[in-house]
């Protein structure tokens, strides 16, 4: 399986941003997908997980009510729809799968990380 990550970009403080990530391969449907992002003097922190179905969301506390995971399995790709951006968003973002049924936030526990996609968030 392969992830890509798309949709990054310089944007406005207050702006909106689109990220995409597709998967190949068939099993889509069987993991937990995350997203995590990392600073530049950062580690890597959680930003929304999604269940398999995609019935269950699971976000960090600096992005809730902001930004919006969700999945299409059909298509085998994850999303993350982001609203109100602030420079405190900018990051790489990294998507990600774990085998399981668990949303979790911990990065050491998903298995499987896509390249990242650049967010710039000017002020």
């Known amino acids: 399986v392969q992830l890509q990550a798309s949709g990054g970009g310089l944007v406005q403080a207050g702006g909106s941003l689109r990220l995409s990530c597709a998967a190949s391969g068939r099993t889509f449907s069987s993991y937990v997908m995350g997203w995590f992002r990392q600073a530049p003097g950062k580690e890597r922190e959680f930003v929304a997980a999604?269940?398999?179905?995609?019935?269950?969301?699971y976000y960090a506390d600096s992005v809730k009510g902001r930004f919006t995971i969700s999945r299409d399995n059909a298509k085998n790709t994850l999303y993350l729809q982001m609203s109100s951006l602030k420079p405190e968003d900018t990051a790489v973002y990294y998507c990600?799968?774990?085998?399981?049924?668990?949303?979790?936030?911990?990065?050491?526990?998903?298995?499987?990380w896509g390249q990242g996609t650049q967010v710039t968030v000017s002020s």
């Open positions: 990600a799968f774990r085998w399981g049924q668990a949303v979790v936030a911990t990065s050491a526990m998903y298995d499987y």
């Open positions: 999604i269940s398999r179905s995609g019935g269950s969301t």
